[in-house]
């Protein structure tokens, strides 16, 4: 199993560009989120997936869009990016820790976007 | 207004010594709370999860205590090694589907 996978590890985009992020888990999962995650910062939610057909906004979601593709992708849109968006985006999916009934989430290796 | 914090500082200690973090939450009653380990350039891998009800939880040589009257969770990893530099993260689940992270506390450990 990879887990949870992201593309691309690396962008750098100029303001004003549009870019999406992929992220795919091969674990079955509802769950599915997308973080960013910026120095002395926790990880702050942007959009999460409850199931397929479902998202909603988290924290921070101004001037990102998701799409729930299937179960296992979810997309993060951004349209006209900005440089308050240079960040590190993390995407999870979440699912039983060992089968006891309470949920961990699992992430992906992350994506380093620097907007100029 | 609702706070997660973990020592901001990095923590440096010798091989063989154990470290210990700190988790402090303000205005939350969180269901459970997870520790999760990061490295540079990695996203955040699991490492232990301690209910409300709970008050202590083991893995080999980590440990994790839960004090929900004093809103704290404290990680312990005992005779740390180089292996375990890296950062480590509480988070809350509060329910529903978000879970809230800290900041996370940098550990060093020096052979």
């Known amino acids: 199993n990879a887990g949870v996978t992201q593309t691309p590890k690396f962008q750098v985009l100029k303001t004003g560009q549009s870019m999406t992020l992929q992220c795919a888990q091969d674990?079955?999962?509802?769950?599915m989120y997308w973080y960013r995650q910026d120095p002395g910062m926790g990880l702050r939610l942007i959009y999460y997936s409850a199931s397929e057909g479902t998202t909603d906004k988290g924290e921070v979601p101004n001037g990102y869009n998701v799409s729930r593709l299937n179960k296992r992708e979810f997309s993060l849109r951004l349209e006209s990016a900005a440089p308050s968006q240079t960040s590190v985006y993390f995407c999870?999916?979440?699912?039983?820790?060992?089968?006891?009934?309470?949920?961990?989430?699992?992430f992906g290796p992350g994506t380093r976007l620097t907007v100029l | 207004s609702q706070k997660i914090e973990q020592n901001s500082e990095a923590l440096n200690i010798q091989e063989g010594k154990t470290a210990t973090l700190t988790c402090n939450y303000t205005n939350y009653s969180p269901a459970y709370l997870q520790w999760y380990r990061q490295d540079p350039g990695r996203g955040p891998v699991f490492l232990l999860l301690?209910?409300?009800?709970?008050k202590e939880k083991r893995k080999e040589r980590l440990k994790v205590t839960f004090d929900t009257t004093l809103k704290q969770s404290l990680f312990h990893i005992t005779a740390s090694q180089p292996a375990d530099s890296a950062t480590y993260l509480c988070?809350?689940?509060?329910?529903?589907?978000?879970?809230?992270f800290g900041a996370g506390t940098r550990l060093f450990v020096k052979a």
């Open positions: 301690i209910r409300e009800n709970e």
């Open positions: 988070a809350l689940h509060t329910g529903g589907f978000k879970t809230i």
């Open positions: 674990m079955n999962h509802n769950s």
């Open positions: 999870a999916s979440e699912g039983l820790a060992g089968g006891r009934g309470t949920d961990t989430q699992y």
